[in-house]
């Protein structure tokens, strides 16, 4: 066999090893999309509800980790909600941005601070997070 010969059969292979890839890493992407998409709705509709302030700080502390995962997602890493937040800062208008930073701090404080959120507080974070969600994976 040709050495030319060998080179192209050898491209070919790797030519359909990355389409075989590209293909089965792009379904996970939308089976992770789909999973993050149904699972903010479920907080969104929970949110919606007569609930206690401890439901109320749980669905912040979840609505963050979602956040986060559809941030790892769309960056294609693993880094923290902050640092992919501030990466991301090009994504969104300066209102949104700030917004949805109000909202990871007030997670913070929920976290570390014991802190509970008023109404108003948690109404404006929902709305951020679930705004900043289906951006990040629509």
């Known amino acids: 066999m040709s050495t030319n010969l060998t080179i192209v059969i050898i491209v070919a292979i790797i030519m359909v090893g990355l389409i075989l890839y590209a293909a089965t890493s792009t379904n996970r992407d939308n089976s992770k999309?789909?999973?993050?998409?149904?699972?903010?709705?479920?907080?969104?509709?929970?949110?919606?509800?007569?609930?206690?302030?401890?439901?109320?700080?749980?669905?912040?502390?979840?609505?963050?980790?979602?956040?986060?995962?559809?941030?790892?997602l769309k960056l294609y890493n693993s880094d923290s909600c902050g640092d992919n937040l501030k990466k991301a800062k090009s994504l969104f208008n300066k209102s949104s941005y700030d917004a949805i930073w109000k909202a990871h701090k007030l997670r913070n404080d929920i976290v570390h601070d014991g802190a509970t959120p008023n109404d108003r507080e948690f109404d404006q974070a929902v709305k951020s997070f679930v705004a900043v969600i289906y951006k990040l994976l629509g």
């Open 33 to 72: 999309k789909d999973a993050l998409l149904g699972k903010a709705e479920q907080l969104r509709k929970l949110a919606d509800q007569p609930i206690t302030d401890s439901e109320m700080r749980d669905i912040i502390v979840q609505f963050d980790s979602l956040l986060s995962k559809s941030l790892q």
